[in-house]
């Protein structure tokens, strides 16, 4: 009898922990103080709600990640998972289409990135822990800044990458129109608000990036890469962002981020009429006036 009432509370036990392991949440606003949120770095939140991972300054290193780690072990196959994310980003570049650095989704077994440093490694990495499989990292970078060195294919593209800084597959930032063969160019370093979808799906091994310049998701993703993911996260990963500036700076900014482990991440209702960065209104004079400058070139052009 005792042995079997022992029995049942550990089993009891067992089924109250896998109820209340994190598995999904949403945020649409950030707040101060936010508890469920770890910044580190420059990081902080704005004053309308937002998170800016860095400011204008250079080489600095900013990381917002859920304080809580997900659960990516399911008690009966390591590899039967799924996980989505949505989440708006926005950059803001100090020069006119000249990027610094850029930002990563970041999923990884610490929040500690002490030994990381800026520029082309994105406060994940630095050099001498390049490629190591002990360093359990799932990225997908947003570069605005191109690297030779880690073959970047331009300053404005999308990359998903393990463990390193050389993505496995990487793409030019656009998007599917009309979920036709038809493409747009996104520019990353617009400072507008840009929607992302990260989705893995255990059944098919890919890992699908979707970005939009509005709500609507297409159903095409520019990037796709198949790769089993359960090879490299450990049992309890985080979630979250590392953004840095290098040379050149820019401000990188969360305005919203959903998760979801096995089920589709919760589409942001977002008021993006609040996303309103003072830098947005000399960025758009400067565009105005050399957009006018090459019309004009153009005309006189024989």
């Keep these: 009898m005792f042995n079997f ?7 009891i036990s067992l089924s109250i922990l896998a109820s209340s392991q994190l598995d999904e949440f949403i945020c649409t606003k950030f ?12 990081a902080k939140i704005s004053q309308n709600g937002f998170i ?15 304080s809580s780690p997900f659960h990516f072990e399911p008690t009966t196959n390591a590899s039967t998972f799924s996980l989505s994310t949505c989440f708006a980003l926005a950059i ?41 499989f002990c360093n359990h990292i799932f990225a997908v970078e947003f570069d605005t800044a191109r690297d030779f060195g880690f073959g970047n294919i331009d300053d404005n593209h999308v990359g998903i990458n393990i463990n390193s800084l050389e993505s496995n597959k990487s793409a030019a930032a656009e998007y599917f129109i009309n979920d036709q063969n038809s493409k747009q160019d996104l520019n990353l370093k617009s400072g507008k608000f840009i ?12 890992v699908n990036a979707t970005l939009s310049p509005n709500s609507l998701k297409p159903k095409i993703p520019p990037l796709s890469y198949k790769f ?16 840095c500036t290098g040379l050149l700076a820019s401000l990188h900014y969360i305005l919203g981020w959903s998760f979801k482990l096995n089920g589709e991440a919760t589409l942001l209702d977002l008021d993006f009429s609040e996303w309103r960065h003072k830098s947005l209104i000399g960025l758009s004079v400067c565009l105005s006036l050399l957009d006018f400058r090459e019309s004009s070139s153009n005309a006189t052009t024989p």
């Excluded at 020069?95 to 990884?108: C, D, E, M, Q, R």
């Excluded at 929607?195 to 890919?206: A, F, M, N, R, S």
């Excluded at 089993?228 to 953004?243: C, H, P, Q, R």
């Design 5 to 11: 009432l022992t029995l049942l509370c550990f089993t």
């Design 31 to 42: 707040n101060q103080p936010n508890k469920d949120k770890t910044l580190s770095g420059v």
């Design 52 to 66: 800016q991972l860095t400011n204008d300054t250079s080489r600095l290193i900013g990381h917002v990640f859920y």
């Design 92 to 132: 803001v570049p100090e020069y006119l289409k000249l990027g610094g650095h850029g930002l990563a989704f970041t999923i990884s077994p610490s929040k500690d990135f002490s030994t990381a440093l800026p520029s082309q490694y994105l406060g994940l990495l630095n050099a001498t822990d390049i490629g190591n």
């Design 195 to 206: 929607l992302v979808w990260v989705e893995y799906d255990y059944v098919t091994k890919l």
């Design 228 to 243: 089993d993911v359960s090879l490299i996260f450990k049992e309890n990963m985080y979630a979250g962002f590392s953004a």
